[in-house]
């Protein structure tokens, strides 16, 4: 069964800053990997998806890479902003999707 | 733009009572999920249905939790009877798997508080 865990569980800094979240997963035969956002409350929103052949997207501020080997995506924030504040979670999917606990981002004004 | 539909968005109940969400997914989407994320949690897969079959229900508590797909649409997920662990946040997802590509689609969700 697939497991995925995302390091830190929690991560607060100063606006402006450059962040990196991780994820890890067991099973390296995935079909790709999903990167969400969640606000309190709320169901997930898709930032990016990175295809099991492909090593990174990346949407504005956001890139995300994927090395499939070593079981590991990262999702890169540059310059981050107070809007950025949310639950940043990952899945990987494969015959089903499974999700990380999630990285809760607190970004400072 | 095509969206998960899901309601009720909330629902209180009391304990031993009967709750049941719905769920529309994107229309042309075959795989549907339902997952269940409790506060501070990440999502936990319950049920996963390819068209009207189920190809994964592992972690549903089939005691008391029920899920169906009639028609390979729309699907229901049923609590009997609830209990008070069962408060958590009730999430339908939608895709469609397309020679490995699957990407994923959520509705808002169905926060249920039991009482």
């Known amino acids: 069964k697939q497991e995925v865990t995302q390091i830190p569980a929690a991560l607060s800094v100063p606006e402006g800053e450059n962040l990196v979240l991780n994820c890890s997963f067991t099973?390296?035969?995935?079909?790709?990997l999903q990167w969400f956002r969640q606000d309190p409350g709320k169901g997930l929103t898709s930032l990016l998806l990175?295809?099991?052949?492909?090593r990174e997207q990346t949407s504005g501020r956001l890139n995300a890479s994927l090395d499939k080997s070593s079981g590991r995506s990262t999702l890169y924030i540059a310059a981050s902003q107070p809007g950025d504040s949310a639950t940043y979670l990952c899945?990987?999917?494969?015959?089903?999707?499974?999700f990380g606990a999630g990285t809760r981002l607190t970004v400072k004004p | 733009e095509a969206e998960v539909a899901q309601s009720p968005r909330y629902k209180i109940t009391e304990k031993s009572q009967a709750v049941a969400f719905w769920c529309d997914p994107i229309?042309?989407?075959?795989?549907l999920y339902w997952y269940r994320q409790i506060l501070g949690q990440g999502p936990e897969l319950l049920v996963q249905?390819?068209?009207?079959?189920?190809?994964?229900d592992s972690q549903l508590p089939k005691d008391r939790f029920s899920a169906e797909r009639l028609k390979g649409v729309d699907s229901t997920l049923k609590i009997q009877p609830a209990e008070l662990g069962d408060s958590a946040m009730y999430l339908c997802?939608?895709?469609?798997?397309?020679?490995?590509?699957?990407?994923?689609?959520f509705g808002q969700g169905t926060r249920l508080t039991v009482v």
């Open positions: 997802a939608s895709s469609l798997r397309d020679r490995g590509f699957v990407e994923a689609f």
């Open positions: 099973d390296s035969a995935i079909y790709n």
């Open positions: 990175i295809q099991s052949s492909q």
């Open positions: 899945a990987a999917s494969g015959p089903d999707m499974r």
């Open positions: 229309s042309g989407h075959a795989t």
């Open positions: 249905f390819q068209d009207e079959s189920v190809v994964d």
